[in-house]
């Protein structure tokens, strides 16, 4: 209460200062302070006596030796807050212009284009980093496409776990068959440098195959829905566990290793930048939204010429699809899979962030991997009490928010929302234009 | 040739006989009448001839061809469409997203349109988006576009229910109990109403009504069902006078 | 053949134990409408009490010369060990079901995850380090019927399963909170006319489906000793699987679904290699479900809006 207090003038000063300055702008801040952290963090670090760089704004630090608070946060202002301001506040009329000048797409991309280098830099401080960002990206494409099912279908899968790990195994065999002088699959059967190019072929043919699994669970669901469905893919994830355990040739328990390095930080995040836009225009499109409507009520929607079917199909079949992509590309992060790093506590990590983030929403599905996983990263030097703190934290928040953060609601970027409105009145009055 | 045509359609519900020996042909332009008291089957008609459940016996025919076991998004594509006794709007979207999602069946760009938001869906959803407006404008609804229908009043989420059906482009319009809940004056408006959409988009109605006044004032042939059964048939006027009718009727609703 | 008959007895010790355990989960889904999915480590902690409490008993020299004291040991450690796991239950009522009584049934859903997590941690972080041996309670004796070998403590598993769930049936049918328990689960509106809490009724399911568990955890931890922290999540699912099989949300489902569960694995672990019993057992449930999608006895049920 008194720290609200004592932030309140703050806060107002803040928002009167900066509340106009563009989403972009404080992009390019960011990146700029990540790029600086790159060059001094080192030695700053050093003279603050924090020995190196802190991993994530230095808050694993803090809970563990809270003698060192005035260090992380001088190092958190000097390195982040100050060049962050600095730069928001002299680009913010750069990005307004542009805001004018440029057409929607391009304003956007541009956006990709400066959260890709804030996170560029800032990983490449870190191998650390490094991991966390590469499975913060993997944990979104799996949250979002689940959250096709859960959310906009309004089902309750926990197959995520399974797909995941059929991705990953066949992305990972047909890596190294082809790229990797492997005990079991013998020299590479094509050229080793060709593997970067080829992992894309990998990533979707460990889409494609997953999806083809999961009729399995898809085509059950056009009779059945609710509980039976979720205990249907709850016999998914163990089917797939037990056969894959089954395989000597993948290794059965002893798990499958020797996965080449071909994902790099931009290619999970091409991915994931791919995958969230491919799920996004699908759920705003009205096929799409045809989803929502088996949801709400199945029989009207049939009524209204929507082929259910279909519609319940592409869902799991995204889903899946994207889920295997993830699975492909969290093989190659790790370099080392094996059965039990996809079982139920897989599924319900997943389910946990989605939950988290909120159903029916793609900025959920966003904001839920990025609050857990930063979480648990702050709270892994704790290993077990990690485990004791994440279930407290999302049962506090599943009472308190039960539709989870972003429940059925998209977060607001303004400059989008101004062209929306714009586009809105145009259409009110009946004028189609583009 | 008749727009519809049922011939001995029977149904059963495991032992219970909802249905039994049911035929009728529905002329281009007509407003139909189902009436008789509750139980009767008449939801059930419409269940049977929208696809929902296929008849234990007896052929359905659209445009002279036969739609019997049918899925109901086949017969829907084919020109059938149909408000339901209790509204199935999709409750968490807005009353726009009710009627846009109508028009799922005439959406031409397919799954590789709606994943990469091709040229071709961009055109077509304006396209889409423009008629629907247009739709809820003429059944004076536009003002709640982007309203969540579960938040609107009922009179509007009816309408917003007969927005929907009229999007997937229907040559005959089921309409099940129409004016459920609704006093007299609003009675008068909506027959009114049910008249104006007819000839603006040259449909054809089959109505279920409880309430006599209603049906006598809208339909010229009037089917009356009890136990399943049609037990009488004719224009108003007839089965107003019919004793079997009144019979049945006895009890069930006195205020004919 | 004597292959076979012997399986048989191992068969039924197994399908016990799912029976037990699923017993709790179609309780509990009989009245909210909703899977308690700690339940699993709802049994592990049990289990583990049982353990504690054996070992203490054993501990008190009074009861050692006590006449058949083997027998009063055992008697004692299932009582006690049914009585503390029943307040598990309750405890997990309080935290993951009550505050979201109206919320959306996935957010239960979730909050029934994470407490399971919670307690497998805690179970882990508090007693993971030390293998625990379950304490032998009643020494083994092995009868010969024909040519197959039994052993008592199988013996003795059927039969107190069988003898609890009379018990059960008879909580049901005869006591009051019983009835209030049968009734609420036909129809929610009726709760205010029996004159009990609604939250009373709720925390007794609960504790009636852990005690069950709690005795399933006795006589696992007789038969298999060694205990582990997620014990919950390898038999707790296939129990849930069980109480599926039988039918959402009904009793005698329940113990149907739990014994052929038992016996599919059991059979084919008999038959195929051991490596594939998981794989066969989920297979076959995959396809009873692709058949009877509402279980063995369970009741169709209209498709309603779950969020
Ligand atoms: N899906 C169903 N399963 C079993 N019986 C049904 C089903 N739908 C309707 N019925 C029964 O069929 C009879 C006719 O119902 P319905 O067509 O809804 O009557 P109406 O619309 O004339 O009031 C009723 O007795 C009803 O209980
Ligand atoms: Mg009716």
């Known amino acids: 209460m008194a720290l609200r207090k004592a932030l309140t003038p703050l806060l107002h000063w803040f928002r009167t200062r900066f509340g106009h300055v563009p989403v972009g702008a404080w992009l390019l801040g960011a990146a700029v302070a990540a790029f600086l952290e790159r060059l001094l963090g080192p030695d700053l670090a050093y003279l603050l006596g924090l020995g190196s760089v802190p991993a994530i704004f230095g808050l694993s630090i803090i809970l563990k030796t809270p003698s060192l608070i005035p260090s992380v946060l001088v190092f958190v202002v000097l390195m982040y807050v100050i060049p962050t301001l600095v730069v928001a506040w002299l680009s913010r009329a750069l990005f307004l212009w542009w805001e004018e000048q440029l057409s929607v797409p391009v304003y956007v991309f541009l956006h990709v284009l400066f959260l890709f280098l804030v996170l560029y830099f800032w990983s490449q401080v870190d191998p650390y980093r490094l991991l966390v960002l590469r499975l913060l990206g993997i944990n979104i494409l799996l949250t979002l496409s689940l959250n096709l099912v859960n959310g906009w279908m309004g089902e309750f899968s926990v197959s995520v776990a399974g797909f995941m790990s059929v991705g990953a195994y066949v992305s990972s065999v047909f890596m190294v068959w082809g790229f990797v002088h492997d005990d079991v699959f013998g020299p590479p059967v094509f050229p080793e440098f060709l593997a970067p190019f080829a992992f894309p072929l990998a990533l979707i043919l460990a889409g494609a195959v997953t999806a083809v699994t999961a009729l399995l669970v898809a085509v059950p669901s056009f009779r059945t829905r609710g509980d039976y469905l979720a205990i249907i893919t709850l016999a998914y994830v163990f089917i797939v566990k037990s056969t894959v355990e089954n395989l000597d040739f993948i290794g059965g328990p002893r798990g499958f290793m020797n996965q080449p390095e071909v994902a790099s930080f931009t290619v999970v995040f091409i991915w994931t930048v791919l995958g969230i836009w491919v799920m996004w225009n699908y759920v705003t499109s009205i096929l799409g939204k045809a989803t929502n409507a088996v949801r709400d009520n199945e029989s009207a929607a049939e009524m209204m010429t929507v082929d259910t079917r279909k519609v319940k199909i592409v869902a799991f079949l995204t889903h899946a699809f994207w889920s295997g992509v993830a699975g492909g590309l969290y093989a190659h992060v790790l370099g080392y899979i094996n059965p039990s790093s996809f079982d139920l506590r897989k599924s319900a990590e997943i389910l946990g962030m989605l939950y988290l983030g909120g159903l029916n929403s793609v900025s959920g599905s966003i904001v839920g991997p990025v609050l857990f996983m930063f979480l648990t990263e702050i709270l892994r030097p704790f290993q077990l009490a990690k485990w004791l703190v994440i279930p407290v934290i999302l049962i506090y928040a599943m009472i308190r928010r039960p539709r989870g953060l972003m429940g059925f609601q998209e977060l607001r970027i303004p400059f989008l929302t101004r062209r929306q409105q714009a586009k809105e009145e145009a259409r009110a009055y009946g004028v189609t234009g583009n | 040739m008749a727009l519809l045509e049922i011939r001995n359609m029977t149904h059963w519900f495991g032992g219970l006989r909802a249905v039994y020996n049911f035929n009728t042909r529905i002329e281009p332009g007509e407003i139909r009448g189902l009436i008789g008291p509750n139980g009767a089957g008449k939801t059930t008609v419409f269940n049977l001839v929208t696809g929902f459940y296929t008849p234990t016996e007896g052929q359905i025919f659209f445009l002279g061809r036969e739609i019997t076991g049918l899925r109901p998004h086949q017969i829907g594509r084919l020109g059938i469409s149909r408000t339901f006794q209790n509204l199935r709007l999709w409750t968490h979207l807005t009353a726009l997203d009710n009627v846009k999602i109508a028009y799922y069946s005439q959406i031409r760009y397919g799954l590789i349109g709606a994943f990469f938001n091709t040229r071709a869906r961009r055109e077509e959803e304006e396209r889409i988006d423009h008629e629907a407006r247009q739709l809820m404008r003429m059944l004076d609804i536009d003002q709640y576009a982007h309203r969540v229908v579960s938040g609107l009043p009922y009179g509007i989420q009816r309408k917003v229910e007969i927005a929907r059906a009229l999007a997937t482009k229907p040559k005959l319009l089921l309409l099940d109990e129409p004016t459920a809940g609704m006093g007299p004056a609003e009675m008068e408006e909506t027959m009114a109403f049910i008249r104006r959409i007819r000839d603006q988009f040259n449909l054809t109605i089959w109505l279920i009504e409880h309430k006599m006044k209603f049906v006598m004032g809208l339909c010229g042939w009037i089917q009356v069902l009890n136990f399943g059964e049609i037990i009488a048939e004719g224009p108003p006027e007839e089965i107003q006078r019919n004793p079997e009718v009144i019979r049945a009727y006895l009890g069930e609703m006195v205020e004919l | 053949m004597e292959q076979l008959a012997q399986q048989l007895f191992n068969a039924l010790q197994w399908g016990s134990f799912y029976a037990l355990i699923a017993l709790g989960y179609s309780m509990v889904y009989s009245i909210l409408m909703l899977f308690n999915f700690a339940h699993g480590d709802v049994f592990m902690v049990a289990t583990y009490i049982g353990y504690f409490v054996a070992t203490a008993l054993l501990g008190l020299a009074v009861l050692q010369v006590l006449p058949f004291s083997n027998i009063v040991i055992f ?74 070998h039994v052993t008592n403590l199988k013996i003795l598993t059927l039969v107190m399963a069988f003898a609890l769930m009379l018990l059960l049936h008879l909580f049901i049918s005869r006591t009051k909170v019983g009835m209030a328990m049968r009734a609420m689960s036909f129809d929610y509106a009726v709760v205010p006319l029996l004159g009990i809490p609604m939250n009373t009724i709720i925390a007794f399911t609960f504790a009636l489906g852990s005690a069950l568990a709690g005795a399933a955890g006795i006589f696992f931890g007789m038969a298999y000793p060694v205990l582990d922290p997620y014990m919950g999540v390898l038999i707790g699912w296939k129990a849930f699987v069980a109480a599926i099989l039988g039918g959402r949300g009904s009793i005698f489902g329940a113990v149907v679904g739990g014994f052929l569960l038992g016996f599919i694995e059991i059979l084919v672990a008999a038959t195929l290699p051991s490596t594939m019993r998981d794989l066969i057992a989920y297979s076959i449930v995959l396809l009873i479900l692709t058949f009877r999608p509402y279980g063995l006895f369970g009741e169709e049920y209209s498709v309603r809006l779950r969020l």
């Open chain 3, 75 to 148: 008697v004692l450690t299932l009582i006690l060990t049914m009585f503390l796991a029943s307040f598990v239950g309750i405890a997990v009522e309080l935290v993951a079901y009550r505050p979201l009584r109206d919320a959306p049934r996935a957010s239960a859903a979730i909050t029934g995850l994470m407490v399971g997590i919670f307690m497998e941690t805690a179970v882990l972080a508090l007693l993971g380090a030390s293998r625990k041996d379950f304490p032998l309670l009643i020494p083994p004796i092995t009868f010969k019927i024909g040519p197959v």
